[in-house]
């Protein structure tokens, strides 16, 4: 049986791949390729051209390819015109990171055992990169696919320029299936296929009173104070202590997760004080009482996030002044069924009622996503989960958001499948980032488990 073969060697062949799999890793990491900063636009570049010679010296056609914004990597391996075609998408853009909050420079690849930490080990250079092996064994074993890579460099952004890259290029990504490797565990101990990303819209309040900040003693208790103000707008658009949404019709269009959904996120191995210590929260909202009620709140809820306030005074001590000028940086995380531009209307109106002079511009979008978790890639995942790491995966769906996967679901309208390999303690977008040859072992196996599962269908 082909089976016999296809195996025989595959652990000896991840022992081997060890060594060249860290050094790629450490000069993907010592490439700071954060897209939110102007000033890494050569980091963008060089990542890019990096990136696509791992490509090339795979055997695919590969290149970047130039969109309004950064270029996003693009390779082909064609084995056989009658092969099915699985296209691996990843992104190569990272978080900024502070040095300061860092154990480490976040810039320099660090190895202890089993432990790689830097900016970008888990979050995603790590995951493609152990994908990228997996290809490699699975094309020297003749596992009959087609395969394509789409490494992006503007996902931590929102990937604003990767739906006009799709239009562009919707032949040349024609694909049987697409395989997402950019999500999380639950837990080190249950593997966890997640099936579902909730959507974004976000906004930025502002609000001018006058023309300048001016002295309290002068104008205090007549000059409008606009960071009150907005204060106020905000804690009247949700309720901050149980994070219940006050805006008319918000929940409208929300489908709340079946009880088959929630008991199948609580077989992921999640705890409470295991959450909360991956993410160093001291306390978590009252009214989340259980595993089940924690796992609603961040897998399958909408939710209004308040970001960030900016004006006024900020340096030691007071300054005694009415500050003249407010702004303030929300989010919604949005699930699935409910549409972001109508949810951007509602948000604008309630303000508007509330205060009219608070202005409110929707900056960012991103729509829900939500996929299969049964049919035949859902169960070659389940298969590919237990031969890599011992146990069947329990099928969640993800509380963050990657646009790229709703543009290839609109565009290219193929079956899309998540296998991660990342953990919460791996610090996503997070201080002292890291990610470990566990995962990446276990991972390489299970891609290539999954290659073979797929080759059949």
């Known amino acids: 049986m082909r089976d016999n073969g296809l195996y025989k060697n595959l652990d000896s062949y991840i022992r081997n791949s060890r060594k060249e799999f860290e050094n790629k890793l450490a000069e993907m990491v010592e490439i700071p390729s954060v897209s939110s900063d102007p000033e890494h636009q050569p980091d963008i570049m060089k990542c890019a051209e990096v990136a696509s010679q791992y490509l090339r010296d795979l055997g695919a056609a590969a290149a970047p390819i130039k969109t309004p914004?950064?270029?996003?990597?693009f390779g082909s391996i064609v084995t056989g015109k009658d092969n099915p075609t699985v296209t691996i998408y990843n992104h190569l853009d990272v978080q900024p990171a502070d040095p300061s909050e860092w154990n480490k420079a976040p810039f320099k690849f660090f190895k202890t055992g089993d432990r790689y930490e830097g900016r970008g080990t888990t979050d995603d250079k790590g995951p493609a990169l152990t994908a990228l092996m997996a290809v490699r064994y699975a094309l020297d074993h003749q596992i009959p696919l087609n395969f394509k890579f789409i490494w992006e460099l503007e996902e931590e952004i929102g990937s604003p320029n990767f739906d006009y890259f799709v239009r562009k290029n919707r032949k040349e990504l024609k694909s049987d299936s697409f395989l997402v490797s950019d999500t999380i565990w639950?837990?080190?101990t249950q593997p966890a296929v997640p099936y579902g990303l909730r959507g974004l819209q976000a906004f930025i309040f502002s609000l001018q009173t006058h023309a300048k900040d001016v002295h309290s003693g002068l104008v205090g208790g007549v000059a409008r104070n606009p960071i009150g103000e907005m204060a106020q707008v905000i804690s009247q658009c949700y309720d901050a202590k149980t994070g219940k949404v006050r805006i008319p019709g918000f929940y409208d269009d929300v489908l709340d997760a079946t009880k088959a959904e929630l008991a199948s996120f609580v077989n992921s191995g999640f705890t409470t004080k295991g959450y909360q210590k991956a993410h160093e929260l001291k306390s978590i909202r009252p009214n989340l009482k259980n595993e089940a009620d924690v796992l609603r709140a961040f897998m399958a809820a909408p939710t209004f996030e308040l970001h960030g306030i900016t004006g006024g005074y900020s340096g030691p001590g007071v300054k005694t002044i009415v500050p003249y000028h407010a702004e303030a940086k929300i989010s919604t995380r949005l699930v699935p069924n409910q549409d972001a531009d109508k949810i951007s209307r509602l948000v604008k109106d309630f303000v508007k009622k509330i205060n009219p002079d608070v202005k409110v511009e929707a900056i960012q979008t991103l729509e829900p996503f939500s996929g299969d978790f049964t049919g035949p890639y859902a169960d070659a995942a389940r298969v590919a989960m237990k031969f890599a790491f011992g146990k069947d995966p329990a099928f969640t769906r993800e509380g963050g958001s990657i646009g790229a996967v709703v543009?290839?679901?609109?565009?290219?309208?193929?079956?899309?499948?998540?296998?991660?390999?990342?953990?919460?303690e791996h610090g996503y977008h997070a201080k002292n980032e890291n990610y470990d040859w566990r995962q990446t072992s276990g991972g390489i196996k299970m891609f290539v488990k999954y290659f073979e599962e797929i080759s059949k269908l």
């Not at 543009?407 to 919460?424: R, V, W």
Request: charged share 10%; net charge positive; glycine share 8%.
């Open 69 to 73: 914004g950064n270029p996003v990597v």
């Open 407 to 424: 543009t290839l679901q609109k565009h290219l309208k193929a079956p899309i499948n998540f296998l991660g390999l990342s953990l919460p």
């Open 186 to 188: 639950i837990s080190r």
